[in-house]
């Protein structure tokens, strides 16, 4: 099993990028999804989830209206739109899978212990 992020990148402050995250070696389709960072010298955080059905997302307060999570089962890929973009948001990039099938209270989808599965990361670099 293997989630693969890609998309990261320099980008200048107020711009804009899309992360994508595919999986292989199994479906995730009915699984739980979401994203997190780690700043240099600061802790994993989380930024954005999504429910296995796609009808609910979840979002840190720092990034809403900003950034938007989706996800296209068919693809088998997680996205995450990033606009308005700040240096703030500098830090290294993972997706998560959940390796259930369920469904959570909310505070469930901000925990990075829910997820089984994650990304090896990508660098997204905002410069003021």
């Known amino acids: 099993v293997q989630l693969q992020a890609s998309g990261g990148g320099l980008v200048q402050a107020g711009g804009s990028l899309r992360l994508s995250c595919v999986a292989s070696g199994r479906t995730f389709s009915n699984s739980a999804m979401g994203w997190f960072r780690q700043a240099p010298g600061k802790e994993r955080e989380f930024v954005a989830a999504?429910?296995?059905?796609?009808?609910?997302?979840y979002y840190t307060d720092s990034v809403k209206g900003r950034f938007t999570i989706s996800r296209d089962n068919a693809k088998n890929t997680l996205y995450l739109q990033m606009n308005s973009l700040r240096p703030e948001d500098t830090a290294v990039y993972y997706c998560?899978?959940?390796?259930?099938?369920?469904?959570?209270?909310?505070?469930?989808?901000?925990?990075?212990?829910?997820?089984?599965?994650w990304g090896q990361g990508t660098q997204v670099t905002v410069s003021s």
């Open positions: 998560a899978a959940d390796s259930q099938q369920g469904d959570y209270g909310s505070m469930s989808y901000r925990a990075a212990r829910l997820y089984d599965y």
């Open positions: 999504i429910t296995r059905s796609g009808s609910t997302t």
